[in-house]
């Protein structure tokens, strides 16, 4: 202690002397702190400004969108298209990139939606799009490569960024995503926001190896339930897959289930625990649904529909995508002509139609008549051994049905096998008409522009192509020496004649505007081929172009395109296209109708007739048929092509490589024609109008002709060999589309040289007309019929 007053007074100095450097100490360590404390604020306070401002630069290019537009984006999702039988019968869907199909919410079962918000959201019903402290963890994660690096994205967040943003990581791309799940919110309920979340997001493959999307199809292509009915460890599992749709699926891309399914299932355990976390599930429910043995329910593997792999899913798929492109091309100012001038153009809008179809829910409806078509597809295999000619090859077929009337396709034959061979034989091939070219081509066209009538005459003398080297051949002889009946040239396909016939058809009109107006696309230059009548083009015609113009001969000379997509609805019901008939006349009605009485010869007793035959014993062999046969150079294609009043059914066979076929396979080709017909007509006898005759038209003329030169009777001279009167010897009816008959002359027929013509005349004999009795006053009474007053009825 202090021993005086001294002590005490040195002790207070000593103090007063330590507190001097203390108070100072102090004093600045507190101007210190406050100025820290100001500095701090200050740069938390710029910091904000400038986080602010950064933040409103990363958005500034955003455009914000209004409520319509935000939900036209987040509704914007790949819708399965479909195409439908005539019925409404589904024929299939059409493949996408990804199988959707969205159902409302009502039909989602409740554990699906608690097991998701659980799992990725689970303050979603409680934030406002965005968690901050979410996004500030996730932040500093990115920085400093610490943590999960989970991205705290809110359900409303990854909508945005599936529906309306990319998959760049950036930040510019984070804040647009904030803004707008930020905007969304504002707009759209909770439950609207999770109903689309689940109708849009990837959920991996089903068990046909085929990507989906969406709660329904991953509900149905992975346990084959409804959305509505799967149970707890389902609902798990599912909720689960969208964080990696592929790595969770159990499924690989060929449908098949994967050896290993761990991760997928361990991913569902932690969907379960994180539901028993948030107290939507009890601990028994918990510790069932682990137990639960989920594999078992994994669906088996198959093959997608074989629909999909068929002739008809092609075609219609390809017709539908042809009408979908016109106005996508006509909306860039693209013309017609420029689309017929570049396959490049043709190309690039074909292709997005496809997209277009594939990806937006339309539907599809055709003329296509399931029980038809498919009886026709059916004939293939029931009758195909008609067509094995034992080479170990295949023989390919292809074939139509249309409606004569209207152009309305019923079905067709694309090919043998699909799987072998996706080449449509119908739609795609072009090959040599052979024969079938001279009806619509030249007989029609000559008959029509008033050159012949049925009966007149065409020159089959031996005679070589303009070039000289090579002789034309009939089937069965270099000619006849002779002139033969326009109606007998035909019943027998004779190719003299009517190489004589077109040669001097061309001479009056380029038969070019009558297969214009039928749209069948030879070049113009093929129509100065002089073999173009017996089917010598450069790449040929295809059965579809064929079929329709034999219907047009059918159609009393009307064309109607064929088709078989008759309506296209969008995804609203909207219709955005229907057929519409445009009825082009090619023909006279005369004209058609003569053309069809003399094909009714062909089949009946002509070179078709083993079509008629094989249809021996059904009701079909009382149908009123007319077609035409046709055989390729060298056997490499045959044709058969007949109608009724109402359909016409076209067969063609060949080898895809040009390989030679016998030459009794124009006989078999008539056969299988036959046995396909009858196949359908047993399931479909309605449309083919057995009952129906082909009538000669009213404008037809019918003019009495001498036998001989097929003109009017009377007197020729005969040069250098003076006059032969026709009249009183044999007649016969001539058949003309107008008022186009003529006298008699030296030159009676089409073709031939004058020596010719001076052979016939010279070797000519007349057949004497045969003369009626004559009736007299003395045997009115005797020849009189007993039941007179039936005869005045």
């Given amino acids: 202690m202090f021993k005086n007053r001294d002590d005490i007074q040195k002790y207070k100095d000593k103090l007063s002397s330590l507190s001097f450097p203390i108070n100072v100490t102090y004093r600045v360590g507190r101007s ?18 400038v986080g602010v401002g950064y933040f409103s630069s990363l958005v500034a290019p955003l455009e914000v969108p209004s409520k319509s537009t935000l939900e036209d984006k987040i509704y914007d999702i790949e819708r399965q298209s479909k195409m439908n039988y005539d019925d409404g019968e589904l024929i299939s869907v059409i493949k996408s990139d990804l199988i959707r199909t969205p159902i409302d919410e009502k039909e989602i079962s409740p554990l699906v939606k608690k097991a998701l918000i659980s799992t990725e959201d689970e303050h979603f019903y409680e934030h406002n799009g965005i968690v901050p402290k979410a996004i500030a963890r996730a932040t500093i994660s990115d920085v400093t490569g610490l943590g999960s690096g989970s991205g705290g994205s809110t359900i409303t967040q990854q909508l945005i960024k599936q529906q309306l943003l990319t998959n760049e990581t950036s930040y510019s791309r984070k804040a647009s995503e904030m803004l707008l799940a930020l905007r969304t919110e504002k707009y759209f309920s909770k439950t609207e926001i999770l109903n689309a979340y689940l109708n849009v997001s990837p959920f991996g493959r089903n068990n046909k190896g085929e990507n989906i999307a ?38 690989n891309n060929d449908g098949s289930l994967k050896k290993d399914s761990n991760s997928g ?8 625990f994180n539901m028993y976390r948030e107290k939507q599930i009890s601990k028994k429910e918990y510790d069932e649904a682990l137990k639960y043995d989920l594999a078992k329910d994994f669906l088996k593997s198959e093959k997608s529909s074989s629909a999909e792999n068929s002739y008809l899913y092609h075609y219609i798929y390809d017709e539908a995508a042809k009408i979908m492109m016109i106005p996508l091309y006509e909306a860039d100012g693209v013309t017609e002509k420029q689309i017929e001038e570049s396959d490049e153009l043709s190309t690039h809008y074909f292709d997005l139609a496809k997209r277009e179809l594939r990806q937006n829910g339309y539907t599809v409806d055709t003329t296509i008549n399931k029980t038809i078509h498919q009886a026709m597809e059916e004939s293939v295999n029931q009758f195909g051994y008609v067509l094995n000619d034992g080479r170990n090859k295949l023989l390919e077929t292809g074939s139509i049905l249309m409606d004569n009337r209207s152009g309305k396709i019923f079905g067709f034959i694309g090919g043998r096998d699909y799987q072998q061979n996706q080449n449509n034989h119908a739609f795609q091939t072009y090959r040599s008409p052979g024969s079938t070219m001279k009806p619509i081509l030249a007989y029609a066209p000559a008959i029509d522009q008033g050159l012949i009538g049925s009966e007149s005459k065409l020159a089959d003398f031996p005679m070589n192509y303009r070039d000289g080297n090579q002789p034309i051949k009939n089937y069965s002889d270099f000619g006849s020496n002779t002139f033969k009946s ?31 107006k039928m749209e069948i696309g030879l070049k113009p230059e093929e129509y100065g081929f002089e073999s173009i009548a017996l089917g010598g083009t450069n790449d040929g015609i295809s059965v579809y ?4 113009a034999y219907a047009t001969l059918a159609n009393k000379g009307s064309y109607n395109r064929g088709y078989a997509i008759s309506k296209i609805t969008d995804k609203s019901g909207k219709v955005v296209y229907e057929h519409q008939s445009k009825p082009v006349q090619v023909f006279k009605p005369a004209t058609a109708s003569i053309m069809n009485d003399m094909m009714r010869d062909v089949v009946n007793s002509g070179t078709g007739k083993p079509a008629r035959d094989a249809l021996s014993g059904s009701t079909l062999q009382q149908a009123d048929w007319v077609g035409k046969t046709g055989t390729s150079e060298n056997q490499k294609d045959y044709w058969f092509t007949a109608s009724t009043p109402a359909i016409t059914m076209s067969s063609w066979i060949g080898y895809d490589d040009n390989t030679l076929m016998y030459d009794t396979w124009n006989k078999q ?13 047993q399931r479909s006898p309605e ?18 002709v001498s036998e001989f030169t097929g003109q009017k009777e009377g007197p020729v001279k005969i040069e250098n060999g003076g006059t032969v009167n026709l009249r009183g010897t044999k007649t016969i009816t001539n058949l003309y589309s107008g008022d186009f008959a003529k006298d008699s002359t030296f030159r009676f027929g089409i073709g031939g040289t004058d020596s010719q013509y001076q052979s016939v005349w010279k070797n000519y004999r007349p057949t004497i007309a045969p003369t009626k009795p004559r009736t007299t006053e003395n045997n009115k009474e005797k020849n009189k019929p007993k039941n007179s007053k039936k005869e005045e009825d």
């Fill in 214 to 251: 969406g709660i329904q199809e991953a509900a149905t292509g992975i346990f084959g339930l409804n959305a509505k009915d799967v149970n707890l460890p389902q609902a798990a599992f599912l909720a689960g897959l969208p964080q990696s749709p592929i790595e969770y699926s159990p499924y």
């Fill in 265 to 272: 299932l361990q991913r569902k355990d932690n969907v379960l």
């Fill in 486 to 516: 326009v109606r007998e040239s035909l019943k027998w396909s004779l190719n003299i004649p009517v190489v004589n016939l077109y040669n001097d058809l061309l001479n009056t009109m380029n038969p070019k505007d009558y297969f214009d």
């Fill in 687 to 704: 449309i083919f109008g057995v009952q129906e005759k082909f009538n000669l038209e009213p404008s037809v003329k019918k003019v009495k």
């Fill in 32 to 49: 210190i702190f406050i100025f820290m404390l100001f500095g701090i604020l200050a740069a938390c306070v710029l910091g904000l400004g």
């Fill in 669 to 681: 080709n008539m056969v299988f024609w036959a046995y396909m017909t009858n196949y359908v007509y």
């Fill in 545 to 548: 172009e064929e079929t329709a």
